[in-house]
Each structure stands twice: as structure tokens, then as C-alpha cells.
């Protein structure tokens, strides 16, 4: 009675489960800001920032710099900027005109408390009014991955103990052309997706109208021809599952992807690394563009208005179609399809023609250039005791072979062995790859598809769902829900 105000007691419990607990009205309190709220504030209310503001900001990957001699992370694309191995700092594009910059030009930062040299990385996602720098880079020491890479932002702040806050990270600066100029190690494509499908946006009031058995996204029936001569090729792979231990139903491995949980954190591009050997090739590969990441976060800029600049981010990995234009072109028969629906690779089959890279929409198969199992080299990946870190189960590729996503084939067996062993069949949620795994959001999930009632099922049948480049009629294995935003259709546009 004293706190159920003469409600049931299932509206009373339902709303202290809703907020957390049991709370009394509180008198009102008469509260004055201290002295010391301007220092922590900063300049926040100030509008007329200068050219010359800096911000600076901890790196997604590196943090402070604790994470710099871990290769891993070194090679860990930013979310946003997409660039390795190095700092830079952030450039408008109207500020960048004006100074008659571009990407990658080396301009000298210099604040009252130090100064350093960054090169420039020019992006609509910054004020026209304001720098920005991450942190992470400039060690003078901390192992062979971390020395003598790129600057330390923080010897831009003041080292007065009396600073905190986001005072702390904002500082003014001249900035000073050097004319110098270096290559960016980053993985960016086209800053924007030009209407391609690849990554879908719906504003939120469109995807609440949305009904079930709704598919805004989906492409046009596939035509008669071609649905015959997939039948055939399909009826053809059935005969062949008779071979090997094939034989009887099959599961169809998928995998669904919600854009709308995805926050670019890249826990799936370095738990990938971990969990299939995935070699580090170091700055000028990747400049070259020749990183082994096979999984990779790209993001595209959305909002089509002035000033209303967004961005949005999609894990891209092979899709395992299930008509995959990868397999036909090669001479050697490495690229095949298991009965259960993977791309398989056999490596020691493999002569590197890259035919498959090339007729791969998806751009997802990666060439091994390097034997990074080498001892002694300045690169070698894994040494001792190093190699200790590599998984048993995944074969350490060499020189001279394709790689890609393999669903993390290794552990589809080991979960079909256990339940083999345990005279049952796989169970839903008994297979969970790394990218899966790691996702914080629990934005991937993975199963098959060939059982209605599995999670995976269930979600490439949502409204939101969509193919990337559906229309290529590839049939991939992997859907994805729409990325939903607040806003009207502006904001949802990526295509320029």
C-alpha cells in the first residue's frame, strides 16, 4: 500500500522492473555549478572556434597507445578513416580547399605545449572549423610493431596534472605546410555506395510500417532460363554428395547480419585473425593493398542535405553463394562447393592464377604474397614463442595461394563430429564462428538454413533483409537487415 499508490500489484512490479528499483519522491534541490565546472567544460559553449582548434581523440584500436605492439591491432583498419598503421589527422573538406590540401600531404601541428608532423586525411565527418588527431602512435620504444611509428599526439596537450576532462584533449594549433607527402595504409574504396545495394538504409518510420512477408530490397525474379540452368547445375551437385561422407540431407550453412546492431567496432575482423592464422603484412603491403584481412568493415557516407553527413558501416565476407562465379573459373579445381553449401579452398591445390579474385563481385579472396612464416624476416608473422598463439585446427597458408571466409569451417566439423559422436544431429547455436563470437552486439548470427526453426531462418525472412548484389544472381548465403536510422529518407541516402 505505501508504495503501490493503489495500483495491482503487477503494474507495481512491472514498473519498478522497468526502473530498476523502488524510488520516493525526492525534494527539490537548489544546485550551484563550482569554479572548477569551466576547466572541465572547456570551451564547450563557445561557438566561435578557430581554424586552429585540435581535438584529440583515443584511437579505436590502439586506445593510449597500450595496444601499438600488437600487429593485430596495428593493422586494424579505423572504423571511420579506414586507415593502419599510422596516425593522421583530420581535415573538412571545405578547410582542405582552402589550404590547398589533400589527402595525405604532411602539415606541421604545433600547440603551446609541443609540436608534431601528420599526414592529412580529409573527411566530411569533422567541423569545418576543427582538427582532429588519435592517439596510440609515437613510441620511442614498447617492442618492434610500436617504435618509431608515426607521432605522438600527446605531446600536442599540456602536461598540467590540473587539466581533466575534455578540456584535457582540446588544444589550439598553427598549422604549416611541409610540402612533404606520404602514401595512407588504408583499405578505402569509394567513400560512397553510388546506389550499388551493397549496405540498405531505411528511415524509422519507414521500417515500423513494415509488414512481414514485406521485402522492399528485393531484386526482380530470376529468369526462366536462368532458374533451369541453376536447377540443373543444383541437381547436379545433389548427385555428387554420394562421394565422401555426404551422403543423405544437408544443412545449407548461413549467416544473418543486422546493420542495425553493427557499430564498426572491427571485434570480428580481429577475432578472424585470431581464430584462422591470418597473417599481418604491415604498412607498405597494405598500401599496396595487399592486407589478408578475410573479413573487413567498409563504410559508406549517408545524408544527401548540407551539413547532414552520416556514416554507416557492413561487415564484408565471402558470401558462400550458392551459385558462385569463383568456382567455375578455376583451371585447377581448388574453388569447388561442399554438399552442405561452402566454397570450399583447397590450398595445396591452388596455383594462384587469381582468376577467382577477378570474378568475384564481392572482392573478397585474398592472394598470399609472402611467406610470412619465414624466421628472421623483418615481417615473420609468428616468431618464437609466437607460433605457440597459432590454431592447430586451420592450416598457416604460404606464399603463392587464395585465401577467404570460410565460415569457419573448422569448427562446422568439429560441432558435426560431436554430435555425430553423441548420436544426435547439429542443434541450433551449436556452431558459432569467431566474427560471431566476438560481436559484442551480437550483431551476426550464424546456423542453417535448411532448418525453419533456427534463429537464421527466422531472420532471412525479415522484412528488412536484403542480398548484396542480388541482382548478379549469385545466391548468397548471408543476409542482411537494413541499417535503420532516425530521420526522414535524407538521411538514408548513400549514394552521394
Known sequence: VRYGHGR???DFWNDALQHGGIYSEAPAQTVRLGPEISRLMGGAADTSLQLTTLIVFPSVALHDGRGANKPWLQELPDPVSKITWHGWVEVHPDTA?????TNGDVVLLKSPHGAVRAPVWITPGIRPDVLAVPTGQGHK???????????????????????????????????????DHRSLATIEGDAREQGRGVIEVL?????????????????????????????AWAEAQHQKASLGNYAGEQPRWAMAIDLAKCTGCSACVTACYAENNLATVGEELVTRRRQMS???????????????????VTPMLCQQCGNAPCEPVCPVYASYHTPDGLNGQVYNRCVGTRYCANNCPYKVRYFNWYNYAEHGGEWESW???????LNPDVTVREKGVMEKCTFCVQRIRGAQNRARLEDRKVEDGDITPSCAQACPSEAIVFGDLHDK??????????PR????????????????????????????????
Not at 97 to 101: C, E, H, M, N, T
Not at 144 to 155: G, L, T, V
Open 8 to 10: 495491482s500489484f503487477e
Open 97 to 101: 580547399a582552402k589550404w590547398q590540401l
Open 141 to 179: 620504444a614498447y617492442g618492434r610493431y610500436a617504435k618509431d611509428r608515426s607521432f605522438n599526439a600527446f605531446e600536442l596537450l599540456s602536461p598540467d596534472p590540473a587539466d581533466f576532462g575534455g578540456r584535457a584533449f582540446v588544444v589550439s594549433v598553427t598549422v604549416t605546410k611541409t610540402g
Open 203 to 231: 528511415p524509422l518510420d519507414r521500417a515500423r510500417s513494415l509488414k512481414r512477408g514485406q521485402h522492399p530490397f528485393a531484386e526482380r525474379e530470376t529468369p526462366a532460363y536462368a532458374d533451369q540452368a541453376l536447377q
Open 294 to 312: 578475410w573479413l573487413r568493415i567498409e563504410r559508406y557516407y549517408t545524408g544527401g542535405g548540407a551539413g547532414r553527413v552520416g556514416a554507416v
Open 383 to 389: 616468431p618464437d614463442p609466437l607460433n605457440m598463439l
Open 453 to 462: 526453426t533456427s534463429r537464421v531462418a527466422a531472420l532471412a525472412q525479415d
Open 465 to 496: 533483409g536484403y542480398h548484396v548484389l542480388a541482382g548478379l544472381n549469385t545466391l548468397p548465403a548471408i543476409t542482411y537487415l537494413a541499417k535503420v536510422v532516425h530521420g526522414g529518407a535524407a538521411d538514408a541516402r548513400t549514394d552521394g
